[in-house]
């Protein structure tokens, strides 16, 4: 069946720095691919998404590379900032198929 | 555009009894699906509804647990007999009928069963 496996947290940085969270998938086919993100007490939010092999995706600052030689599409930001900490969710869906599968996500901590 | 809500946001409830959640999705959104997420753990499928037609549900949905969409609108999810395991929080997301579209997810009902 389908699987995403994300890097073990928690990750702790210091604002500023580079940011990588890797992200591998399993799944027939060509999935869609997600990155979404959750706030304490909030839902999850999308951050961004690729829908075939190549496209990157990008928002606020973070990018992910859909690379299906890899079957990977980590997330990264240049230079992150206090208010990024939060859980992050890697995420894929195929194309005939409606539900999402989601990583077990990765807690990313900022501190000033 | 309201977005994605739930009723209610937390429950508390003695093992054994009856829970009901409330999500309305986004309005013309076709398709409406369920999740439970577990502490440390991402988002695990239930099932969803195009319409009102339940198109699909995960092994995870026992007996005990029933979703209704009757109107294409508002769906419901019920969980009977409720166990201690039972505990987590369940999302509620929706989409247009395309399925390349964004999943728009609501805040979640926190469910605590003593």
């Known amino acids: 069946g389908d699987s995403v496996t994300q890097m073990e947290g928690p990750v702790t940085l210091s604002e500023e720095a580079f940011l990588t969270i890797n992200c591998t998938y399993t799944a027939t086919g060509y999935p869609s691919l997600f990155w979404y993100v959750q706030y304490p007490g909030e839902g999850l939010q999308l951050l961004l998404k690729a829908t075939k092999a190549d496209d990157k995706g990008s928002n606020k600052g973070f990018e992910a590379t859909y690379r299906k030689e890899t079957t990977s599409f980590h997330l990264e930001k240049g230079s992150v900032q206090v208010s990024d900490s939060a859980v992050y969710f890697c995420a894929l869906r195929r194309s005939n198929a409606g539900k999402s599968t989601f990583g077990d996500g990765t807690t990313l901590t900022v501190k000033p | 555009d309201t977005g994605v809500s739930q009723d209610p946001r937390h429950k508390i409830t003695k093992r054994g009894q009856n829970v009901t959640f409330r999500c309305d999705p986004i309005?013309?959104?076709?398709?409406l699906y369920w999740y439970r997420q577990t502490l440390g753990q991402g988002p695990e499928f239930l099932t969803y509804f195009q319409n009102e037609a339940q198109l699909e549900k995960s092994r995870l949905l026992s007996d005990r647990f029933s979703a209704e969409r009757p109107k294409g609108s508002f769906s419901t999810l019920e969980i009977q007999r409720t166990e201690q395991g039972d505990s987590a929080m369940y999302l509620c997301?929706?989409?247009?009928?395309?399925?390349?579209?964004?999943?728009?997810f609501g805040p979640g009902t926190r469910l605590l069963v003593l």
């Open positions: 997301a929706s989409t247009p009928t395309d399925i390349q579209e964004t999943q728009y």
């Open positions: 309005s013309e959104h076709n398709r």
